[in-house]
């Protein structure tokens, strides 16, 4: 397990991943503006929670005190998630993401589902949430890479709202399966393996932002009234009002 040759790479691969993650979102935060006090808070909570997960990921000495600390820092993120979609400020900066961006940060679903089977592969994980998470993160994944259309939230053709509709679905019944299972398989296997589950980043830093991205997604999807817009877009036109064409021939 443990003392595997790849366990090692394969942890500090899932750490560094991460890290280079949360750089990915700051970099997209800071493209609508200086970060306000709704953003910095959220940067100052993934800071912390990275350099704490990262800590409990490598330390062997933090090893049994990893699922006493699981529940918390996971319900913390999951909370943390739900109040971005409260703050109209955190919901604006996520709308500003564009079609790149927003690829760009699905596409590590599929790293990291690949990361799942491996470590289920070396012992680090049930095989049965590696192979139900791993997989889901993966099709996630896949869907928003091979999108033909703009997943960026202002995004208007119908095509893109249905794309950005199975996304951020497909994305969060994934994320929503993926916290079921954590309580009711990861944790009571890690438990009796010796708290064997050592990747803290991706419960507390990685989920949780999937979970709000996919929330804001889904939220940006449903507030768009495509009537309202092509009511005050377009131009009116009445019975009377002859053809452009013959207009102009007229004329």
């Known amino acids: 397990m443990f003392d595997d040759p790849l366990s090692l790479p394969v942890r500090g691969a899932v750490t560094i991943?991460?890290?280079?993650?949360?750089l990915h979102v700051a970099?997209?935060?800071?493209?609508?503006?200086?970060?306000?006090?709704?953003?910095?808070?959220l940067a100052a909570y993934g800071v912390v929670v990275l350099a704490l997960a990262t800590a409990l990921s490598h330390l062997d000495?933090?090893?049994?005190?990893?699922?006493?600390?699981?529940?918390?820092?996971?319900?913390l993120g999951i909370a943390g998630a739900?109040?971005?979609?409260?703050?109209?400020?955190?919901?604006?900066?996520?709308a500003s993401f564009d079609d790149a961006g927003v690829?760009?940060?699905?596409?590590?679903?599929?790293?990291?589902?690949?990361?799942?089977?491996?470590?289920?592969?070396?012992?680090?994980?049930?095989?049965?949430?590696?192979?139900?998470?791993?997989l889901g993160d993966l099709a996630?994944?896949?869907?928003?890479?091979?999108?033909?259309?703009?997943?960026?939230?202002?995004?208007?053709?119908?095509?893109?709202?249905?794309?950005?509709?199975?996304?951020?679905?497909?994305?969060?019944?994934?994320?929503?399966q993926v916290l079921v299972l954590a309580v009711t398989v990861v944790r009571p296997w890690?438990?009796?393996?010796?708290?064997?589950?050592?990747?803290?980043?991706?419960?507390?830093?990685?989920?949780?932002f999937m979970f709000a991205m996919n929330l804001h997604g889904i939220v940006q999807v449903l507030a768009f009234q495509p009537s309202a817009e092509t009511a005050s877009t377009e131009p009116r036109r009445d019975g009377s009002e002859p053809p452009r064409g013959v207009r102009s021939a007229a004329s």
């Open 61 to 75: 000495a933090a090893r049994p005190t990893l699922m006493t600390l699981f529940p918390p820092g996971a319900a």
């Open 82 to 94: 739900l109040w971005s979609v409260a703050s109209p400020s955190l919901r604006a900066r996520f």
């Open 17 to 22: 991943s991460v890290l280079v993650f949360v």
């Open 27 to 41: 970099r997209l935060l800071r493209r609508s503006g200086p970060l306000d006090a709704p953003a910095r808070a």
């Open 140 to 176: 996630v994944g896949w869907l928003a890479l091979s999108a033909p259309v703009s997943l960026a939230a202002d995004a208007r053709e119908p095509a893109s709202r249905r794309w950005r509709l199975l996304v951020h679905g497909v994305g969060l019944v994934d994320v929503l």
């Open 190 to 208: 890690s438990i009796a393996h010796g708290s064997a589950t050592t990747s803290m980043t991706l419960p507390w830093v990685f989920v949780p």
């Open 103 to 134: 690829r760009g940060l699905l596409a590590y679903r599929a790293l990291f589902g690949a990361l799942l089977l491996a470590m289920a592969a070396l012992g680090h994980l049930p095989r049965s949430f590696a192979l139900s998470a791993g």
